[in-house]
């Protein structure tokens, strides 16, 4: 198996993985997994999924790789570049059709599907660019966005972006009164 066969395999792989997470939090409530996993069904809880999704299976992409012994170049910056471009990559192709007709499952599946190709794209050509040496910063990069996802659970603003109509709330338990 090569490279490029692997990446094919990686987006249906992130693609099904994130049916998984879906569900994550309402099985596990507990702080770690708010940080990690969708808490509710807004627009943002479910890029937070998206990130998280394609940040595990490129963990689990990676011990493939390393029993494979197939050569990488940059891999946690294609990893974390990859999860992090998914999100303005999503919302651009997701949001003008959201306010023109709302919520439509298909659609929504379709465009995350999109997505997750996109970004294995740029996760492949990433990962066959010349080494970067940029580990370290990669890490607290996913740290400080982990963060900030977090915060952002527990304290969300209050805008469409994060307000989660089918239980009238914003963020963990902030509820619309």
Known sequence: MNLKKLKIISVFGCFL?????HFLYDWFPNIMFSIFFPVNES?????????????????IEYII?????????????????SAILSIPIYLIMFLPIF??????????????????II????????INYKELHLNILTIICIIITYIGI?????????????????????GVNKYVI
């Not at 993985?17 to 997470?21: G, R």
């Not at 627009?43 to 963990?59: P, R």
Request: proline content about 2%; overall charge positive.
């Open 17 to 21: 993985l994130a049916f998984l997470t």
């Open 65 to 81: 790789l390393k029993v494979k012994n197939i050569k990488i170049n940059n891999f946690l910056l294609a990893s974390f570049t």
């Open 43 to 59: 627009i943002w809880e479910h890029m937070k999924m998206l990130y998280s999704t394609i940040l595990l299976y490129e963990f």
């Open 119 to 126: 970004v294995q794209i740029i996760n492949y050509k990433l």
């Open 150 to 170: 977090g915060v952002l659970t527990y304290y969300p603003p209050e805008t469409d972006l994060f307000f989660d109509s089918k239980n009238e709330k914003y």
């Open 99 to 116: 306010y023109k007709i709302g919520e439509n499952m298909i659609i929504t599946l379709t465009i995350m599907l999109i997505t997750i």
